[in-house]
DNA sequence: TTATTTTTGTTAACACTGTTAATTAAAATA
DNA sequence: TATTTTAATTAACAGTGTTAACAAAAATAA
């Protein structure tokens, strides 16, 4: 009997539904602004349906978080074939993957739990200037002493600012606890650290 | 007429008593579930109050972030000063820069709108595997070619994903539009894969 | 074909959220 | 003491996620 096949059919399909219209609003509102009553409105369906397929919102964006990695790991692999050597695939991966969060920026965001701050909150804190400050200053003063001294110190301000917010953000994510992340961790730091710096002394 | 001090007076202790209470709520319960409410509640205060000080709920979790920059300044400030060699400062600096963030986990999240997916979404999530796997593997190749074949990938791996994510991260901060970040941006992509990979092999 | 059971979908509510207009209580001034 | 200004409150609006109770539709059994 096919009946039960239709009716996974027609199952299914409200679920994609749901996906649809969702990722609909996440890229015209943002994902901030997604709401179980708004995409119960674009299926035509009242809201509890959404619940007969989705344990909550959070499995929704959930699924997101899954499609965005999947898509990510395609997208470097696909890049990774196109070169022999191990360093250039490193190299070339990096390129890929920023490309990736810049024309997926949604999937990046839900994928890390990026909540962009309001659009100019970096010019509203002022504060924030004096840490750029400092770094710049230090990296200038290091760059003086090295073998490149007219390399970019904006640059390289940035690099090691990156550095250093990346290795903080992973780890945030990794152990979301409240304990101290294990000590372990913190020779991550300082090897991020001896790279970049031997890089700018060269 | 000492009454309009007084008046003052008291008008700021209003606002030093909401700024405090938010903040017990925040260390508490995580500003994600910071609501005017709580605020309201914990210094008997109504609501209202609190749009007389604040002009929206916004505007008091600016104040954190603010406070959380200058904190983070001093520190990084006090820390350089304890080097001479520029550096030995840089590399002391992101140790700071890494306590820093542990120690004051709240301030951090909030300086940089980390969302904090739930604690187990990275387990939930088995297509970051792929990911993982797909770099490590990379990395682990480059090692075997390098003149150090025994360093520690998985270290490598992080310091690699860090730097990639950490560029990614302050890029949508400082440019939160929906317009591809600046040509020239990319650029620091390039300088920091160049320098990880040229660490890598030594 | 009709009656019964199961599935599916809806209405309405609960407990929250940020924000604000209208109103009352309190304090300062005339 | 009466009036004006300031401070604080109540009550509401427009949202949010989530769910219990109920009605409509579809599938099954008689």
Redesign the interface.
Known sequence: MGILERKLRHKESIRIGILEAAWQLVITDGWQSLSIRKIADAIEYSIPVIYNHFENK?AIL?EF???G??K??ET??EV?KQYNE??Q???A???A??DF???N?EY??LM????????D??K??P??K??TC??IS??K??L??GKNPEADYF??Y?????????????????C???E??DITK????????????????D
């Open positions: 959070e959930l978080t899954k499609e990695f999947e990510l790991a470097l692999n990774k191990p360093a695939q490193l190299v991966m990096g390129d993957y920023w969060a810049f024309e920026r990046y965001q890390f739990g990026l909540g962009i701050p309001a659009c909150t970096v509203r804190v504060e924030l004096e840490m400092l770094m230090t990296i003063e290091a003086a002493m640059l390289k940035h690099t090691y600012w990156s550095i250093l917010h990346g290795l903080v953000s992973i780890q945030m994510i990794e979301p606890g409240n101290q992340p913190k020779m991550i730091v300082g090897d991020a650290m001896a790279g970049f710096v031997k890089s700018l002394v």
